[in-house]
Nanobody, 125 residues
Framework: VQLQASGGGLVQDGGSLRLSCAAS????????MGWFRQALGKEREFVAA????????IYADSVKGRFTISRDNAKNMVYLQMNSLKADDTAVYYC???????????????????WGQGTLVTVSS
């Protein structure tokens, strides 16, 4: 399984970006998908996750109402639409995947088997 994240870049405060993650593997539709981020000098933190079925999406409180996770199973893609970006959103963003898991594990980095290489998002104030 390989995950390739893209779409990061430099954006001004209040701007928007859409991150994309391309996943290899024929069983993508059976994977729970997540996005995490890690700012310089800080621990990796949960951002958003989506169940394999697409029926459940969860978000960190810090991004709720601003970020939206979505997926396209036909294209083996997962997306993170980020609006109203703030300087605190500056981080390397990682796409993650794992076979179906318990709902309670969606926000835990230890629950995910596969990680992409990360894409840098920089928000200038």
């Amino acid at each position: 399984v390989q995950l390739q994240a893209s779409g990061g870049g430099l954006v001004q405060d209040g701007g928007s970006l859409r991150l994309s993650c391309a996943a290899s593997g024929r069983t993508f539709r059976d994977w729970d998908m997540g996005w995490f981020r890690q700012a310089l000098g800080k621990e990796r933190e949960f951002v958003a996750a989506m169940r394999y079925s697409g029926g459940t999406r969860i978000y960190a409180d810090s991004v709720k109402g601003r970020f939206t996770i979505s997926r396209d199973n036909a294209k083996n893609m997962v997306y993170l639409q980020m609006n109203s970006l703030k300087a605190d959103d500056t981080a390397v963003y990682y796409c993650t995947a794992t076979p179906r898991m318990a709902l309670s594990g969606l926000s835990l980095p230890s629950s995910y088997n596969y990680w992409g290489q990360g894409t840098l998002v920089t928000v200038s104030s």
